[in-house]
């Protein structure tokens, strides 16, 4: 949940569409009120660094370098599925796995040291 974000946490952006398309990292820790888009109203929120991918990681690649873990709470159900959900959790293991199937420049703040991870 939003409300779970820390300061230094990351977070991998996926689109149905497109994959993984980017990374981002919490600048604070997540916090309650009004959001900076007025339209959203009031809700848990945090300021991020984000980072867009220049080749995105395709659903395939996705699937194929996160189906062996064994996270029953990630982002990968069984038969290879996706799971359709927000701000799931995500190890530092499975960002390993991402790293090596992409083909896109990572900041480094997302290859340093064992973070605590979200996926959006």
């Known amino acids: ?16 569409s497109s994959g993984v398309v980017a990374l981002s990292r919490a600048a604070e820790d997540a916090h309650e009120g009004a959001t900076p888009i007025e339209e959203y109203g009031k809700g ?17 690649d996705v699937v194929r370098a996160l189906a062996q873990l064994s996270d029953q709470n990630g982002p990968i159900l069984a038969g290879g599925k996706i799971r359709e959900a927000y701000f799931i959790p995500f190890s530092f ?19 340093a040291g064992k973070n605590r991870l979200g996926a959006a």
């Open 1 to 16: 949940m939003v409300y779970h974000a820390r300061k230094g946490d990351i977070i991998v952006h996926y689109r149905s």
């Open 44 to 60: 848990w929120w945090f300021r991020t660094r984000y980072r867009q991918f220049s080749i995105p990681i395709s659903r395939n």
């Open 93 to 111: 293991l499975g960002l390993k796995r991402l790293r090596r199937v992409s083909r896109s420049t990572w900041p480094e703040w997302a290859l």
